[in-house]
C-alpha cells in the first residue's frame, strides 16, 4: 500500500545556498526507504517537509491517498505521522511514567494501557532502564525510548533522521534489526524512512534507497537493483601491495587512493573472487576488502 508520494517536491531556502530539487519517490507500507548521502546534501530537508515540519516550495505531496494536502486536512494527516528528529527533546521524570501517559493521550488507559507499554518495553530491549530518567540512560536508549513513544501513537509513517549516528556499531545493528522487525509485523501499517551514513547497516536492513547529492536524486530504488546498469565493478581494499603493484595486476583500472584504502574499478568480468585471487598470488596481505559495485558508495566517487 502506498502511504507516500511526491512529485516534483523542491526546496530553496532563501539564502539561495541551497536548493532540494525535482524530488520523486514512493514510500509503502511495511517497507524501509533509507536516504544516504553526504553532510548538506538535502536528507534533513526532505524527511522534515515530508514529515510537515517544513514547507516546500514546488511539487505534489499525496499522503494516505489524498491527492491534495490542504489546510483542514493537514491535522489528520499529522496525527498519522511519527516524526523522530537528529536531536531528541529530553523528556522529565520516569521513563515508563511517560510512555503510560503517552498511551492515555491517545485514550489507551488502565491495563490495556499498560499492556501496551509493556509489549513494546518487552520489544525494544527496555525492560531494565523504565523505571530510571533520561539522564540515567545513554543516547542509544534514549533513541529506544523515542521510538516506543511514537509507536504508541500507532504511527501509518515514520520519519526519522540520523537515527544511528550516535550509536556504536553494536547499538546500529540492534537498533535497525529491531525496527525492521517492528516495521513488519501484521498488525502494524506502517513505513519508515530514515536517513543516514552508515551505507552497509542502511542498505543491509533497508528495501529501497535515496541517494542525494547537491539537492538532486541521483538514485531512487529497490536495494538490489543498485548497480544493476553498471559498465564496471568497483572495490575497496587496503592492501600490503602499494598502487604501482595493483595498477600493473590489472592495467588500464583506475585507481585512486583515500586514507589507506584504494578504490579500484575493474571490467565486469572480473569478479570479487577473481580480484582477490589476483591479489594473493602477488603475497598482498588483505587488511580490508569491500565489493561496492551494488552499493550506493559507488556513487560517492563520482
Request: hydrophobic share 40%.
Given at each position: 500500500?502506498n ?13 539561495g ?19 544516504v ?7 534533513t ?51 515508563k ?48 525510548f ?8 500507532n ?53 529501497s ?15 538490489s ?7 564496471d ?11 604501482a603493484e595493483?595498477s ?6 583506475p585507481?585512486?587512493k583515500?586514507?589507506?584504502t ?14 582477490l ?13 569491500r565489493?561496492?559495485s ?6 560517492f566517487?563520482?
Amino acid at each position: 500500500m502506498n502511504l507516500f508520494s511526491c512529485n516534483n517536491l523542491t526546496k530553496q531556502y532563501r539564502s539561495g545556498s541551497f536548493t532540494l530539487k525535482d524530488i520523486s519517490l514512493e514510500l509503502r507500507s511495511g517497507e524501509i526507504t533509507g536516504v544516504v548521502g553526504e553532510n548538506g546534501n538535502g536528507k534533513t530537508t526532505l524527511l522534515r517537509i515530508i514529515a510537515g515540519d517544513l514547507a516546500h516550495d514546488a511539487g505534489k505531496l499525496n499522503y494516505f491517498g489524498n491527492n491534495e494536502v490542504d489546510v483542514l486536512s493537514w491535522e489528520h494527516i499529522h496525527s498519522r505521522i511519527a516524526y523522530i528528529p537528529q536531536r531528541i527533546p529530553q523528556w522529565y521524570g520516569v521513563l515508563k511514567a511517560n510512555l503510560i501517559f503517552q498511551a492515555a493521550i491517545r485514550g489507551v488507559k488502565g491495563k490495556e494501557a499498560d499492556y501496551l507499554v509493556d509489549e513494546l518495553l518487552d520489544k525494544l530491549g527496555l525492560n531494565e532502564y523504565a523505571n530510571l530518567k533520561w539522564k540515567e540512560i545513554s543516547t542509544g536508549y534514549r533513541l529506544r525510548f523515542q521510538l516506543a513513544k511514537m509507536l504508541l501513537i500507532n504511527p501509518d509513517l515514520l520519519v526519522l533522521d540520523e537515527p544511528i549516528a550516535n550509536l556504536d556499531m553494536n547499538a546500529q545493528g540492534k537498533f535497525l534489526s529491531d525496527l525492521r522487525n517492528l516495521v513488519t509485523e501484521k498488525k502494524r501499517n506502517v513505513s519508515v524512512i530514515l536517513s543516514s551514513q552508515q551505507l552497509h547497516e542502511i542498505e543491509n536492513v533497508a528495501d529501497s534507497i535515496v541517494f542525494l547529492k547537491k539537492g538532486e536524486m541521483i538514485y531512487s530504488g529497490a536495494v538490489s537493483k543498485i548497480g544493476e546498469k553498471r559498465e564496471d565493478n568497483e572495490f575497496e581494499i587496503h592492501t600490503t601491495l602499494s598502487q604501482a603493484e595493483l595498477s600493473a595486476l590489472f592495467e588500464d583500472s583506475p585507481i585512486t587512493k583515500i586514507g589507506k584504502t584504494f578504490h579500484i574499478k575493474v571490467p565486469l568480468n572480473v569478479s570479487s573472487e577473481d580480484f582477490l585471487r589476483e591479489v594473493m598470488k602477488k603475497e598482498g596481505k588483505i587488511l580490508y576488502f569491500r565489493d561496492i559495485s551494488s552499493s550506493t558508495r559507488r556513487l560517492f566517487n563520482d
